[in-house]
T-cell receptor, first 112, second 112 residues
Framework: NAGVTQTPKFRVLKTGQSMTLLCAQD?????MYWYRQDPGMGLRLIHY???????AKGEVPDGYNVSRLKKQNFLLGLESAAPSQTSVYFC???????????FGPGTRLTVL | TQLLEQSPQFLSIQEGENLTVYCNSS?????LQWYRQEPGEGPVLLVT?????EVKKLKRLTFQFGDARKDSSLHITAAQPGDTGLYLC????????????FGAGTILRVKS
């Protein structure tokens, strides 16, 4: 089992560029989440999904979109990147939704 | 303002010392989790507490959930350098549904 994997690990964007972050899990989990982690602020929930074909907004959804076309994949898109989106992005998956049991290794994104 | 306030923010101690990290809120949580995160990696779930007053032990780590389910603590006995890392508490407030909010974290450094 690979657990939760994230692609890419690092990325540098220019303001206004777009990109998609990919999260994949091989544990057949229903729940998947995207967080961003900034110094001194812990992790903040961007979007989440409670099953294939469903998505919902979290605490800080503005500027991001997500899709969950397949149960094992959860994509996070930035349509027009801004410097304020410079952060480390973590994906997580959970069987029960009670706790985010498995986190990916993170994607470090810098927007210039 | 964080929904979950963690204290202290930083802790630097000598090997063998004991320490306690606190996680406080004015909200009631259905459950609280503690995670440990090492640099460049995603958080790893240590424990979930769900019952007010619950105490769980994981080797030298003791976790307690407050009676009113608004706070939690993590106590480490005889800290070791391998305990060094970022400790995060997280909980799902009753009014939020199956979504977690995270504290800002406590950076622990154990010196040998």
């Amino acid at each position: 089992n690979a657990g939760v994997t994230q692609t890419p690990k690092f990325r540098v964007l220019k303001t206004g560029q777009s990109m998609t972050l990919l999260c994949a899990q091989d544990m057949n989990h229903e729940y998947m989440y995207w967080y961003r982690q900034d110094p001194g602020m812990g992790l903040r929930l961007i979007h989440y999904s409670v099953g294939e074909g469903t998505t919902a907004k979290g605490e800080v959804p503005d500027g991001y979109n997500v899709s969950r076309l397949k149960k094992q994949n959860f994509l996070l898109g930035l349509e027009s990147a801004a410097p304020s989106q410079t952060s480390v992005y973590f994906c997580a998956s959970s069987y029960s939704g009670l706790a985010n049991e498995f986190f990916g290794p993170g994607t470090r994104l810098t927007v210039l | 303002t964080q929904l979950l306030e963690q204290s202290p923010q930083f802790l630097s101690i000598q090997e063998g010392e004991n320490l306690t990290v606190y996680c406080n809120s004015s909200s009631v949580f259905s459950s609280l989790q503690w995670y440990r995160q090492e640099p460049g990696e995603g958080p790893v779930l240590l424990v979930t507490v769900v019952t007010g007053g619950e105490v769980k032990k994981l080797k030298r780590l003791t976790f307690q959930f407050g009676d009113a389910r608004k706070d939690s603590s993590l106590h480490i006995t005889a800290a070791q350098p391998g305990d060094t890392g970022l400790y995060l508490c997280a909980g799902d407030p009753q009014e939020y549904g199956n979504k977690l909010v995270f504290g800002a974290g406590t950076i622990l450094r154990v010196k040998s």
